[in-house]
């Protein structure tokens, strides 16, 4: 006998992808029967875009979501976590380009630590593309649903998608940077759990990142991002920008996103 109600929607493609919808007000008449009010639920559906609820920013291509994969509660935050990234990055790039002004420009190597479903990983791509920079980018990710999602990227830039934990993969990393001297990264988009990437992930990340380097940090908790950032600045990067988003209405909790550069100027 309830008349409205609000509830969530998943909008299930196939056997892997999925589309979350925010939550929609359905008003039902007294004493409705489950098959009227389905009916009513799914003739919602038609005022939605898929592709529009993922993301409606220009430089990303379509992103497939697997069940298991985590979804941006709000609407509208990815694409306003990606214009804030995409920004950032730009702004990066074109200080290394006053910097070197003729000289050749080396190509650039951007990691995407914790990639999910691939939300974030196109980003230094586009932006180097625009800008006439090569660019290759690594996705890691221990899910392995998630590098379901993320292979689907491939057709459309360079990538590279490696499911392995974060630690492990920085671990080795870390050897081999000490053994050969690896190739570094230029460009590192990194979006941990809660908890954080901790301090020996952070200080391995430290070790291995080029000498002029772009760490873009992206957190939901202040605390762990205050205590893992924190090492960056002995290890010669300033804050160049931090970024506060309310994306979790009515509650105290809100995300964060750091700019940290080293080795050129803002």
């Known amino acids: 006998n309830i008349k409205n109600f609000s509830f969530k929607l998943e909008l299930t493609l196939g056997d892997n ?3 979350a919808f925010h939550p929609i007000l359905v008003e ?3 004493n409705s ?3 009227d009010v389905e009916k009513k639920i799914f003739s919602y559906f038609d005022a939605f875009s898929p592709l529009n609820t993922v993301t409606k920013h220009s430089l ?3 992103i497939k979501f697997s069940r298991e994969s985590f979804v941006q509660p709000h609407i509208h935050a990815m694409e306003c976590y990606l214009r804030i990234i995409d920004q950032g990055l730009s702004d990066f790039l074109n200080s290394l380009l006053r910097k070197k002004k003729a000289v050749t420009k080396e190509p650039i190597l951007a990691w995407d630590l914790y990639a ?3 939300v974030f990983t196109s980003i230094p791509h586009k932006v180097c593309q625009a800008l006439n920079f090569d660019c290759h980018t690594k996705a890691i990710e221990g899910v392995p649903q998630a590098i379901e999602s993320l292979n689907s990227q491939k057709q459309f830039y360079p990538l590279e998608t490696i499911q392995e934990d974060v630690s492990t993969f920085l671990e080795k990393q870390f050897e081999e940077h000490i053994q050969t001297k690896n190739s570094p990264p230029q460009i590192v ?3 941990p759990p809660r908890t954080g990437m901790g ?6 990340l430290i070790e291995v990142c080029h000498k002029e380097c772009c760490i873009i940090y992206v957190s939901c908790d202040p605390a762990c991002f205050a205590r893992d950032c924190a090492l960056l600045f002995h290890a010669g990067f300033q804050l160049q920008k931090t970024v506060l988003i309310d994306a979790f209405a009515q509650t105290t909790h809100y995300e964060v996103i750091g700019f940290f550069w080293r080795g050129t100027a803002f």
């Open 17 to 19: 992808d999925k589309i």
């Open 28 to 30: 039902c008449e007294p």
């Open 33 to 35: 029967q489950h098959a």
């Open 60 to 62: 990303v291509k379509k």
């Open 116 to 118: 999910g479903s691939g």
């Open 189 to 191: 988009i990194t979006d």
């Open 199 to 204: 301090i020996a992930n952070m200080q391995k």
